[in-house]
């Protein structure tokens, strides 16, 4: 395992990369994500997702959020640019 300190305090209290979830009405839960949608139809469009994951340091409190599949989320950005300039 990694041994992984807080950018801000220096401690190593931290909880590296857990999901952040959203509880809504009878208990449902969602996993928080960024989405890019690739296609620019009507209807059925494709999209490519990513979950966000949270870094929490329990000395300060310092929150930082990062991606599961970063290269996978760039390639659909690229796609979704190239689909609006046509
Ligand atoms: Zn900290």
Known sequence: ???RKCN????NKIID???ITDVGHYNEKHNLSIQIQTTN???FNRSVKSSL???VCCNCRNVE?????PNELWDAYIQKQKNNQL
């Not at 959020?65 to 599949?69: A, E, K, P």
């Open 53 to 55: 994951l949270a870094t």
């Open 17 to 19: 990369k857990v999901n």
């Open 1 to 3: 395992m990694e041994n």
């Open 65 to 69: 959020l990062s991606i599961d599949n």
């Open 41 to 43: 139809r009507v209807l």
């Open 8 to 11: 801000k305090c220096d401690s």
